[in-house]
T-cell receptor, first 111, second 117 residues
Framework: DAKTTQPTSMDCAEGRAANLPCNHS???????VYWYRQIHSQGPQYIIH???NNETNEMASLIITEDRKSSTLILPHATLRDTAVYYC????????????FGTGTSLTVIP | NAGVMQNPRHLVRRRGQEARLRCSPM?????VYWYRQLPEEGLKFMVY????????ESGMPKERFSAEFPKEGPSILRIQQVVRGDSAAYFC???????????????FGPGTRLTVL
């Protein structure tokens, strides 16, 4: 599975959009981009995933560049409860393989 | 529909004792994964199991650690003769393992925090 690079930490004002970048320049054609978050030592929570098209759900939007070498997770209106570590993971989707978690981005939402 | 259940949530053991961590996957899920998270680090994969089979144990330490997922009952992660370095949060995840929809996300439990004195 391809490796990802994320900033170590970010701040975001409450109510504003939080844009979390991720680089995955070695991604393969059959690898999906997944985002999970971990709120203060709880179990990781699935957020969203995508292959090449932009995706949106009730939690977030995922923007994937045309060359698929990077992506951005967007939380449209960040709240204090969105403070967490966000992990960007790329892997082949339709297998039972494990997820490789890096160190993620620690997002702090500021009142 | 209950999520992934793990127990105990906290476990304290003295060096040399055994630790048994249990994981009940979500209803309908037959794939279980165990991860370990050391303080201030990301999760590290340990083992992937399906019912009665170990599929991938490439992340498991070679000694003292074992895992099983019997036909009936929860998955068990067993650590024999624990040492202080085993202190960590251990997370279990489950998935349905189906690929028809093209994705296979894992749902995580709340974790078991093991402290070795």
């Amino acid at each position: 599975d391809a490796k990802t690079t994320q900033p170590t930490s970010m701040d975001c004002a409450e109510g504003r959009a939080a844009n979390l970048p991720c680089n995955h320049s070695t991604i393969s054609g059959n690898e999906y981009v997944y985002w999970y978050r971990q709120i203060h030592s709880q179990g990781p929570q699935y957020i969203i995933h995508g292959l090449k098209n932009n995706e949106t759900n009730e939690m977030a939007s995922l923007i994937i560049t045309e060359d698929r070498k990077s992506s951005t997770l967007i939380l449209p209106h960040a709240t204090l409860r969105d403070t967490a570590v966000y992990y960007c993971i790329v892997r082949v989707s339709n297998t039972g393989n494990q997820f490789y978690f890096g160190t993620g981005t620690s997002l702090t939402v500021i009142p | 529909n209950a999520g992934v259940m793990q127990n105990p949530r906290h476990l304290v053991r003295r060096r040399g004792q055994e630790a048994r961590l249990r994981c009940s996957p979500m209803k309908g899920h037959s794939h279980v994964y165990w991860y370990r998270q050391l303080p201030e680090e990301g999760l590290k994969f340990m083992v992937y199991l399906q019912k009665e089979n170990i599929i991938d144990e490439s992340g498991m330490p070679k000694e003292r650690f074992s895992a099983e997922f019997p036909k009936e009952g929860p998955s068990i992660l067993r650590i024999q003769q624990v040492v202080r370095g085993d202190s960590a949060a251990y997370f279990c995840a489950s998935s349905s393992g189906t690929s028809g929809s093209g994705h296979n996300e894992q749902f995580f439990g709340p974790g078991t925090r093991l402290t070795v004195l």
